[in-house]
């Protein structure tokens, strides 16, 4: 069983920035898929970014790409979202997944992802 922890969260200004962390109990961390989704009020749960299991590789909504980053540290068995230039619209509630131990394709569909955290509230104010 893999639990995820999100941090960071909070309450910015637009065109601020926040550092988003997901802790993962278990070994398995360094050979799964992690993600980021969000949802925001009234709306779908919808794909931010993914990370492959060295980091190597990633994957990003094209509304985020260019001011969000990913990036894991597998010896700390975290995975963080590093957010730049936030706007408004990227107020939601925030949440970190992992893909079942050894799968390879980094998927935006959260059906795909098989543990998820608690989520933590990002709101940027205008």
């Known amino acids: 069983q893999v639990q995820l922890v999100e941090s960071g969260g909070g309450l910015v200004q637009a065109g601020g920035s926040l550092r988003l962390s997901c802790a993962a109990s278990?070994?398995?961390?360094?050979?799964?898929?992690m993600g980021w989704f969000r949802q925001a009020p009234g709306k779908e749960r919808e794909f931010v970014s993914a990370?492959?299991?060295?980091?190597?590789?990633?994957y990003y909504a094209d509304s985020v790409k260019g001011r969000f980053t990913i990036s894991r540290d597998n010896d700390k068995n975290t995975v963080y979202l590093q957010m730049n230039s936030l706007k408004p619209e990227d107020t939601a509630v925030y949440y970190c997944?992992?893909?079942?131990?050894?799968?390879?394709?980094?998927?935006?569909?959260?059906?795909?992802?098989?543990?998820w955290g608690q989520g933590t509230q990002v709101t940027v104010s205008s």
């Open positions: 997944a992992s893909r079942r131990l050894y799968s390879a394709v980094l998927s935006t569909t959260a059906s795909n992802y098989d543990y």
């Open positions: 278990g070994r398995t961390f360094s050979r799964s898929i």
């Open positions: 990370i492959s299991w060295s980091g190597g590789s990633t």
